[in-house]
């Protein structure tokens, strides 16, 4: 028989299904081990399969808030190694079949496993400085290299972000003080690039309007005066629009900072969300506004 070996990351939320399917296909219950990380506690469940295969799964970052299903349903020799994680890493497990309720060993110091030496706190705090430092730089990088592809988009952001005038800016600033560097990068490129699309969109809307008047022209005055008044309906409804897309400067900065923060793939999903709501909202707008101008 052939050994084997392999890691398969698992969710908290999956580990009683793990443990009804390993006992519906016969597997023998190894260990479960615990690690202290800074993200948490990692546990790495095993069990051995019939073919000599030996399969790990690994639940990362259990915080103490989190509560672990117990095994021992299935695989009542898992006792023992719940109440050791529990009494020395500090981790809660719920429904352990034998519970000796946190004296499973006579401790000086609860949790010990969790407790790091001077040393090792000196070493992670560096390592984070140091990790803060490359991120500033990278989001320094990035941004410098966004400014050179778009100059136009840039200049656009520094007088005008979303709505926000000169005057505001450094309350803009102070309000994203705290953001990490490379995440901020992200927020301004997203701003800067959604100011050079409004910059983009009001030359389209100038172009559409010395069209149009060209066409007046031709029209007979009667008709020509209705169209101007509708359009002067839709100008005055678009000034108010703008007025109080500046209001909301604030609430689009914090959704991109949220944004931002997430994947990129379920900020495109979220992105894409907000945008359908946006403009079905324009189109009851404008269909209100057409029914006014009747």
Known sequence: MEFSSEFIPLKLDEVPSLSDRMKSEHA??????????????????????????????????VKKTDVVPSITGNFLAAFVFENEIHDLFGVTIEGIAIDFGGKFY?????????????????????????????????????????????????????????????????DFEERFAGTDPEKLARIKAAFAAKAAKAAEAEQSRKSKRETRAAELENLDPEKAAKVRAALERKKKAAEAKRAVGSSNVERDAEIEAKLAQLDPERAAKVRAALDAKARKETAERAANTGKDGE
């Open 28 to 61: 023998r219950f190894v260990q479960i081990l615990a690690v202290n990380t800074d993200a948490g506690v990692d546990l790495v469940y095993s069990f051995m399969m019939g073919d000599g295969a030996l399969q790990n799964y690994e639940v990362k970052g």
């Open 106 to 170: 006579q401790l000086a110091q609860s949790e010990p496993m969790t407790i790091i030496s001077p040393a090792q706190k000196a070493a992670r705090e560096k390592a984070a400085k140091a990790a803060e430092a490359k991120r500033a730089r990278a989001a320094k990088v990035a941004e410098t290299e966004y400014a050179a592809d778009h100059p136009d988009a840039i200049k656009q952001m520094k007088q005008k972000v979303s709505g926000i005038d000169p005057a505001q800016m450094a």
